[in-house]
Every structure is written in structure tokens, then in C-alpha cells.
């Protein structure tokens, strides 16, 4: 699923599907990105029907999913499930935006967790990243 035809080495896209009432700044979207390794990536933040179209076409799954990493370098995020799961986990919609652009990112770079080994590495690495810009333990639940 392409979103742009092409993108500069190092350059993070930002897009908007929803109102940008309520998402992190595609300033903070870009940094968090690139604290994560992303190089030429689009990130879409869309609604819940386009994430549930989605997952549904990729994944085979009927429902909306909070990100869906693409080997195009696409990482779509969708802002009801992700606001809705920052509530149910006690944590600010910022920080829970911050780990899903993070954890995306990682799986564009390899990261997988599929495996108990795997999901440690990864997890660990989300954490490490996550605190640089002061946001919690994203697996400790309040």
C-alpha cells in the first residue's frame, strides 16, 4: 500500500485521513520516527473504517487495528483504536501515539515478536527509545 510514489532518503511524510484534533503534531510524529531508525517512511493516520479495510485486506482480520507496518515503508496508525486503547490502558494519547510510531517503525527495521525471545528484544528497545522523550514503560499498565 503505497501512499506517496516517493520519498527523499530520511524524510518521514506525515498524512492525515482524520481531523488532526486530538493527534500528536507531525513534528513529534517525525521525531519519534526517526529516533526509531525510519528512513523514507509515510506516516497515515486514519479512521476506523479505512484501518478495519485495512487490516481486513492485509491481514485478514475484521476489525481496526492501532498501526500496520508496510514493507513500502508505509506505517498507517488509527487514531479511534489508539485513543480508545491510551483510556483503557491509563496512559496519555501522546505517549500511546509515541510507542505505536516507535513499535511500527521497529517492525520496518526487522523487530518481530512473534517469539518470547523476539518480543523481550523488541520491547526493550521500545522502552529505551521511549524514555528518551520521557514517556513511561509502555507494557506497565496503570
Known sequence: MRTTPTLQKNSVVVQYAVPRRGV???????????????????LKIVGAREG???????????????????????IVLCHPVIVREARAQGKSVRAH????VVHGVL???GYDHASKAQAAQMEQREI???????????????
Open 97 to 100: 501515539y509515541a510507542h505505536l
Open 24 to 42: 500528536p503534531g507531525a513534528a513529534a510524529l517525525r521525531t519519534w520516527a526517526r529516533a526509531a531508525g525510519a528512513t523514507a517512511i509515510t
Open 107 to 109: 517492525h520496518l527495521r
Open 52 to 74: 478495519r479495510r485495512l487490516n481486513r485486506q492485509f491481514r485478514k482480520k475484521e476489525y481496526a487495528t492501532n498501526v500496520l507496518s508496510f514493507h513500502s515503508g508505509d
Open 128 to 142: 529505551r527509545l521511549l524514555r528518551r522523550f520521557g514517556f513511561g514503560n509502555p507494557y506497565e499498565l496503570k
